[in-house]
């Protein structure tokens, strides 16, 4: 139980996805740091740091929607794995032959 998505879900995201992950904060702190180093004033440092917080803050909420997302898909498979409990008397992973296995 990894939590990693699987390449079905890894195909599903697309290239539009992969932009707001990752190329729409860059852009974003990348514009606020040219703004800042091109006009050099007091408004355009403000504004240029406004700017990569903002990417930054893009940044960020992706990576907490992914571990939100990582757990929903943990507590699936922790929920299928209780179910299949229910239905046969051991775990998904144990060998059902094994009668010290149930002990555990």
């Known amino acids: 139980m990894t939590g990693e998505p699987t390449p079905a ?27 800042a180093g091109l006009i050099r004033t007091d408004a355009a440092y403000e504004g240029g740091a406004l ?31 209780r179910d299949y409990f229910e239905r046969h008397g051991h775990w998904p992973d144990e060998d059902a032959g094994d009668p010290g296995a149930h002990g555990r």
């Open 51 to 81: 700017l990569v917080s903002a990417g930054v803050s893009v940044f960020l909420l992706n990576v907490l929607f992914r571990l939100g997302v990582r757990g929903d898909r943990e507590r699936g498979r922790e929920r299928a794995a």
């Open 9 to 35: 879900e890894k195909r599903k995201a697309g290239p539009l996805m992969a932009f707001v992950r990752v190329w729409l904060p860059i852009l974003i702190c990348l514009s606020g740091i040219a703004i």
